[in-house]
């Protein structure tokens, strides 16, 4: 789980150890004050994964909007372009709303694609699979997910599998770590995307 006010501590804990360099995944702006006390100190940051405005000397990551086009072009062709779709992942966060927002814009092209919204799972699979849980139960029609954080897709997959709709329901996800591939070549999840 995120948690910027220890991230913000733990920063400014490094900044007096004089660190050689800080590589800071960018959870959220509010750590910029953070990384620019570090920039200040002389000590090169780097920010990864989502970048923040800051004096930071480098960010390093993924075109996420470019992620979330890939998830939406694989979508449409998994559901037929036509259904209910949604998108879980963190709200809020630069790199997950590019993701979002590159998703969107492909499902823009489908009418008959209905969007049903995008939803906060911490990057929890316990809170992704009971909200992919009410959503099916809300939404029994309901065509696919597009997931953006590494435990969205298996969570979202193991509610899927509870509701016995393994093959109905189409699954996209970030990563190629071992429970997103074994999901994978078992049929629940359709397709990841991968970082270097």
Same mark, same amino acid.
């Given at each position: +789980?995120? &948690?910027?006010?220890?991230?913000?501590?733990?920063?400014?804990?490094?900044?007096? /150890? $004089?660190? %050689?360099?800080?590589?800071?995944?960018? %959870?959220?702006?509010?750590?910029?004050?953070?990384?620019?006390?570090?920039? +200040?100190?002389?000590?090169? /940051?780097?920010?990864?994964?989502?970048?923040?405005?800051? !004096?930071?000397?480098?960010?390093?990551? /993924?075109?996420?909007?470019?992620?979330?086009?890939?998830?939406?072009?694989?979508?449409?062709?998994?559901?037929?372009?036509?259904?209910?779709?949604?998108?879980?992942?963190?709200?809020?966060?630069?790199?997950? +709303?590019?993701?979002?927002?590159?998703?969107? &814009?492909?499902?823009? $092209?489908?009418?008959?694609? $209905?969007?049903?919204?995008?939803?906060? &799972?911490?990057?929890?699979?316990?809170? =992704?699979? !009971?909200?992919?849980?009410?959503?099916?139960?809300?939404?029994?029609?309901?065509?696919?997910? =597009?997931?953006? %954080? &590494?435990? /969205?897709?298996?969570?979202?997959?193991?509610?899927? $599998?509870?509701?016995?709709? %393994?093959?109905?329901?189409?699954?996209?996800?970030?990563?190629?770590?071992?429970?997103?591939?074994?999901?994978?070549?078992?049929?629940?999840?359709?397709?990841?995307?991968?970082?270097?």
């Amino acid at each position: +789980e995120w &948690d910027v006010p220890a991230q913000i501590q733990t920063i400014e804990q490094l900044i007096g /150890t $004089r660190p %050689t360099g800080l590589l800071i995944n960018g %959870t959220d702006p509010g750590i910029a004050q953070a990384i620019n006390k570090a920039v +200040e100190a002389g000590i090169p /940051t780097v920010v990864y994964d989502s970048d923040i405005p800051s !004096k930071r000397h480098a960010f390093l990551g /993924t075109d996420w909007y470019q992620v979330g086009r890939l998830q939406g072009e694989y979508m449409a062709r998994l559901i037929g372009g036509r259904g209910k779709v949604a998108c879980l992942g963190i709200l809020g966060m630069s790199n997950q +709303e590019a993701g979002f927002r590159g998703f969107l &814009d492909v499902m823009k $092209r489908y009418p008959a694609v $209905r969007f049903i919204g995008q939803f906060e &799972d911490k990057s929890n699979l316990e809170l =992704a699979a !009971k909200t992919a849980a009410d959503l099916l139960a809300a939404h029994p029609d309901l065509a696919g997910f =597009a997931c953006f %954080t &590494d435990p /969205t897709a298996p969570g979202v997959a193991l509610a899927v $599998r509870e509701a016995g709709r %393994t093959g109905k329901v189409a699954i996209t996800g970030m990563n190629f770590e071992p429970p997103q591939l074994r999901l994978l070549s078992e049929g629940v999840i359709s397709m990841l995307v991968g970082q270097k």
